[in-house]
């Protein structure tokens, strides 16, 4: 008599149990919501269990006070002030005030200041926080296209850290040993900004900063010799797709039509507003943050040398509108819902301790945010070409 069986039989039981309520497992609870025709498979799903830590963490901090725009202004007051100086005494301070909390709560004033001479820019966080005003102005009124009236402030990204915790660098670990692994193209490995996938690992180089198409659907069923992208450059895609939906914290058809994902006539209209937030971040990420790269010391930069850089998650944070769609903007109009100066030190030349001094407009090697976005918008594909992904 095979006695093993029964009890072999009630090992796997067991087993099977424990893989769904032992430690590292979970089956949670899943809301599902229909946001397409019925049979379709247009449906989001929620993991239920998740949804109170990220309503928790989405809180939006208030105003430490209404500002009056009345006064002289913080550039005839304050040494050194060189892109809030249009603001009143009381906007420039309570400014301060606010981003002390949204980034440094814990060091304060003495984050990015030296307390005993303000107005020194030997902090290279100062000198940092001058650029990413900028950036953050310059992502309010550029690209209207993505963020809408909602915008975003510097509380978007930070969520009270120096470092926001959503950033992404070149990864090249582990390395490879050599010989018949010496050239995996960024595959078999955990790709920790693809989704934790074993897609390519360094596809937001491509797309996030380098400008590489996405189109990679074919018209016809059968090869014409017309669609030249094959698996290697499709991989690629899903890997930033992997990218942009664990950012969002949302599925393929919130800008995906299940029948037709290529055809643009068919998607949703939040697949427009991907489009421009692609290429907003490729602005971000060449014209404020690489530039940015002799300021920041090596413990603020990836293995391979290059700066922390933007994508989704940096914003997004897992929900799929930051802050749930919350503005911030109205109490922060004069500060960062408008472009003060715009021109850039030559950061090459940067040296530690020493005062960056607006360079004029022609000598600064960034490209106007502006004209991207109009560059953007000539080359937004045309609804309908089912090609154009």
């Known amino acids: 008599m095979r006695l093993w069986i029964p009890f072999a039989a009630s090992a796997g039981a067991l087993l099977t149990i424990a893989s769904f309520v032992g430690a590292g497992w979970d089956a949670p609870p899943v809301e599902t919501v229909q946001i397409g025709y019925r049979g379709t498979g247009m449906n989001h799903h929620s993991d239920m269990e998740t949804q109170e830590a990220l309503k928790l963490a989405n809180v939006v901090p208030a105003a430490p006070w209404e500002a009056d725009p009345a006064g002289d202004r913080a550039g005839d007051i304050y040494e050194n002030v060189q892109v809030l100086r249009d603001l009143s005494d009381d906007q420039f301070n309570q400014f301060m005030a606010s981003i002390t909390e949204w980034i440094a709560p814990e060091a304060g004033c003495n984050y990015c200041h030296n307390p005993e001479n303000l107005a020194s ?38 969520r009270g850290q120096g470092i926001p915790a959503n950033y992404w660098y070149e990864d090249q670990e582990p390395k490879p040993a050599g010989n018949m692994t010496q050239n995996r193209q960024g595959q078999n490995v955990v ?29 016809t069923a059968l090869p014409t010799g017309t669609n030249h992208a094959g698996t290697k450059e499709t991989e690629a895609t899903w890997s930033l797709m992997m990218h942009m939906s664990e950012s969002l914290g949302v599925n393929c058809v919130t800008c995906h039509n299940s029948r037709a994902f ?9 697949r427009v507003t991907a489009w421009h937030g692609i290429r907003m971040a490729r602005d971000i990420n060449a014209n404020y943050m690489v530039g940015l790269t002799p300021v920041f ?65 022609q000598q600064s090697s960034a490209v106007p945010a502006a004209a991207i976005t109009q560059q953007a918008a000539a080359d937004l594909p045309v609804a309908t070409d089912p090609a154009n992904n």
């Open 191 to 219: 790709a920790r900004f693809g989704g934790n996938s074993s897609l390519p690992q360094n596809v937001l180089k491509d797309y996030l900063l380098g400008d590489a198409q996405i189109r990679v659907h074919s018209k």
């Open 262 to 270: 290529n055809d643009w006539d068919q998607s949703p209209p939040q």
């Open 121 to 158: 820019d030997e902090v290279y966080q100062k000198v940092v926080a001058r650029r990413m005003i900028q950036m953050t102005q310059a992502v309010n009124v550029d690209w209207n296209a993505h963020v809408g009236q909602v915008g975003v402030t510097c509380y978007t990204c930070h």
């Open 297 to 361: 010391p090596d413990i603020r930069k990836g293995p391979e040398g290059d700066v922390f850089k933007v994508g989704c998650a940096t914003c997004h944070a897992g929900v799929q509108k930051p802050l749930y769609g919350v503005s911030m903007l109205k109490d922060y109009v004069d500060s960062l819902a408008k472009k003060g100066p715009t021109d850039v030190p030559d950061f090459t030349t940067y040296q530690p301790g020493t005062t960056q001094r607006m360079a004029p407009a």
